[in-house]
């Protein structure tokens, strides 16, 4: 079985939440770019950004990451 990656985590959590990417984007203070980048898999986001990522959605920086599917 593939584990999904920050890639997949990213837009499953934005979709998941009824989010577009600029609504994100505007929420978490990061740039709607940077997010369409990331979900795209052309750049890798900063460990402040997975940071700010997780707590807005109340998930682990792990599974965002894909290091582990335990969201909590």
């Not at 979709?15 to 577009?20: A, C, F, M, P, R």
């Not at 978490?28 to 052309?42: F, H, K, T």
């Amino acid at each position: 079985m593939n584990k999904a990656t920050y890639v997949e985590r990213i837009k499953q959590l934005r979709v998941e939440d009824g989010l577009s990417q600029a609504q994100l984007a505007k929420a978490v203070g990061i740039s709607q770019s940077a997010i369409a980048v990331w979900e795209l898999g052309a750049r890798t986001p900063s460990a402040d950004a997975i940071i700010k990522l997780a707590e807005y959605f109340g998930v682990t920086a792990d599974y965002i990451l894909g290091l582990s599917d335990d969201i909590n």
